[in-house]
T-cell receptor, first 111, second 117 residues
Framework: QKEVEQNSGPLSVPEGAIASLNCTYS??????FFWYRQYSGKSPELIMS????GDKEDGRFTAQLNKASQYVSLLIRDSQPSDSATYLC???????????FGGGTRLMVKP | GAVVSQHPSRVICKSGTSVKIECRSL??????MFWYRQFPKQSLMLMAT?????????EQGVEKDKFLINHASLTLSTLTVTSAHPEDSSFYIC?????????????FGPGTRLTVL
């Protein structure tokens, strides 16, 4: 059974700090990796996608992928209170195909 | 990003009634749509995969006769919760598979909160 694991948190960081969110997955055949942000009562919003090993940066967000370790992470620089949300890691064997979600990590950015 | 709409956004109904939820991809054609369910403080659980013009594929434990899915066009999929009961109360979210900005991924609708009394 394919599994995606995340620490449920809450992860609390002060405003302006770097928030580091981690995710591990069990299926070595996974090819596509996604980070979604979900505010309470809302549906998930795609933040980043990453497909190859290494880092991918987009504004204040950096996704990191290590397929050998089956590990993907999301760094949020200069964290803002508006970043407070639950961050979902999702993994797929093919881009756009069925996603397997982790349980999510709740991030709290304190002013 | 791609735009996916859902209607209604919120519905309250009596036990035993049926509820239909619509999911539309507004700016691209979605050959595949997915239906998820999310209970409070839990992650998304895939219910079924819906392909245009064919029968939906349901995940293990999801009753296909209770959760009817129709994907009649490339932009519309519907989920009907038949004979709803309080335990069906949940947040139902659809997503559409599509290409946007060169990325083949899933884009989520805003969700439908169902409360069954």
């Amino acid at each position: 059974q394919k599994e995606v694991e995340q620490n449920s948190g809450p992860l609390s960081v002060p405003e302006g700090a770097i928030a580091s969110l981690n995710c591990t997955y069990s299926d070595r055949g996974s090819q596509s990796f996604f980070w979604y942000r979900q505010y309470s009562g809302k549906s998930p919003e795609l933040i980043m996608s990453i497909y190859s090993n290494g880092d991918k940066e987009d504004g204040r967000f950096t996704a990191q992928l290590n397929k050998a370790s089956q590990y993907v992470s999301l760094l949020i620089r200069d964290s803002q209170p508006s970043d407070s949300a639950t961050y979902l890691c999702a993994v797929s064997s093919n881009a756009g195909n069925m996603l397997t979600f982790g349980g999510g990590t709740r991030l709290m950015v304190k002013p | 990003g791609a735009v996916v709409s859902q209607h209604p956004s919120r519905v309250i109904c009596k036990s035993g009634t049926s509820v239909k939820i619509e999911c539309r991809s507004l700016d691209f054609q979605a050959t595949t749509m997915f239906w998820y369910r999310q209970f409070p403080k839990q992650s998304l659980m895939l219910m079924a995969t819906s392909n245009e013009g064919s029968k939906a594929t349901y995940e293990q434990g999801v009753e296909k006769d209770k959760f009817l899915i129709n994907h009649a066009s490339l932009t519309l999929s519907t989920l009907t919760v038949t004979s709803a009961h309080p335990e069906d109360s949940s947040f139902y979210i659809c997503s559409s598979r599509g290409l946007a900005g060169g990325t083949d991924t899933q884009y989520f609708g805003p969700g439908t909160r169902l409360t069954v009394l």
